[in-house]
């Protein structure tokens, strides 16, 4: 079983080792050095005096808090047998959300609250698009796009005219206040911010509640074949509405981390393509919670690494992009391989 697992594994990593050597040729970089810096700005090493391994960890560990987040927004769906889109336009609900509860006064636990709000905005997004396909079965993955262009612009009109900052000219929102903020893991170290703990233990906990509970197994169940979880007596429609609103409310704490945690506030041009992110990241994880603890860190310091080798040489930064292609590609055609051999 080991063995059947790792050889895929290692044949993976050289089909992307190839990829991307042959992509730094491409582009006229030294191949050699090329892997150097992009060793360093994953991992920090080998260590220079211009960039030391915090430097690398607290990109790494930043975009690994999203990308986990929202890849389990998306593998929680998936394991239900629904494929949100979606995750984006949640995320961007659940960000305005903790934006504008973050400014209230007087709030107690106000981090907290501002957080389950953000949750709570996520999983209302993702309520529309569930009942749609639930009671009129349209397809999901139209609605979740959909609702994605809706959260963008409607985001944009509350910033720019409702929420914005009067003390700034900019479109965004007056800073949260300080009891909303999340606190640094390690301010002498590392400026990554609790948002990581609580990425951790929700994978641990969605792991634990999906393969231990009965709740998690007619979920699974009715992600595998919905029609013989219903002759088995599963209300499949109920767990499919839970598993999108849990999936919204995923996504949506992502955004709500990302305000508390680092941001502060809500802007035009919020980061929300780790929404998008999160699908790669559910999908090399093969929708489990835990192992998307290890893709989520695979992908942050694949992201980090490139960056750092476009910054230090100009070579394209897309060349992330098409990595993580690679790597869905090869992903799927692994799994179409081992279902082929099972049936």
């Not at 970089?29 to 690398?56: C, H, M, N, W």
């Not at 239900?80 to 504008?100: H, R």
């Not at 305000?259 to 809500?266: E, K, S």
């Amino acid at each position: 079983m080991f063995r059947a697992r790792l050889l895929p594994a290692l044949l993976g990593a050289a089909i992307v080792l190839t990829v991307l050597t042959v992509l730094v040729a491409a582009a006229g970089k030294p191949v050699g050095k090329s892997f150097l810096i992009i060793l360093q700005g994953a991992i920090g090493y080998p260590r220079t005096e211009a960039f030391s391994p915090a430097d690398a960890w607290d990109a790494v560990l930043h975009d690994m808090t999203l990308l986990v987040l929202t890849g389990l927004s998306v593998a929680i769906a998936l394991q239900a047998g629904l494929f949100n889109i979606g995750a984006a336009g949640q995320l961007l609900a659940g960000a305005l959300a903790a934006a504008w509860v973050g400014t209230l006064q007087g709030v107690p636990m106000h981090s907290l609250v501002a957080l389950l709000g953000g949750m709570a905005a996520g999983a209302l997004w993702a309520l529309v698009p569930v009942w749609l396909k639930v009671r009129r079965g349209a397809h999901e993955v139209i609605s979740t796009i959909m609702f994605n262009y809706i959260a963008l612009y409607l985001t944009h009109w509350l910033v720019t005219e409702r929420l914005k900052d009067p003390a700034s000219d900019a479109p965004q929102t007056v800073a949260i206040a300080e009891a909303a903020r999340l606190p640094l893991l390690r301010d002498d170290l590392l400026q990554a911010s609790w948002g990581l703990g609580i990425a951790v233990l929700v994978a641990l906990a969605l792991w634990l509640v999906l393969y231990r509970t009965v709740w998690g197994y007619e979920v699974r169940a009715t992600g595998a074949n919905r029609d013989a979880a219903d002759a088995a007596g599963v209300p499949t429609a109920r767990r499919m509405v839970e598993a999108m609103l849990l999936s919204g409310a995923l996504a949506g704490l992502a955004g709500a981390v990302e305000v508390c945690g680092t941001q502060y506030r809500f802007f035009e041009g919020f980061p929300s393509e780790y929404g998008f992110d999160g699908i790669a990241v559910a999908l090399l994880a093969g929708n489990h919670p835990a192992l998307t603890l290890v893709s989520g860190w695979l992908m942050s310091a694949l992201r980090s690494g490139t960056y750092h080798l476009h910054a230090e040489t100009g070579a394209p930064k897309e060349i992330a992009t098409v990595l993580q292609a690679v790597l869905i590609l090869y992903v799927a055609a692994v799994y179409l391989r081992r279902r082929r051999i099972e049936t």
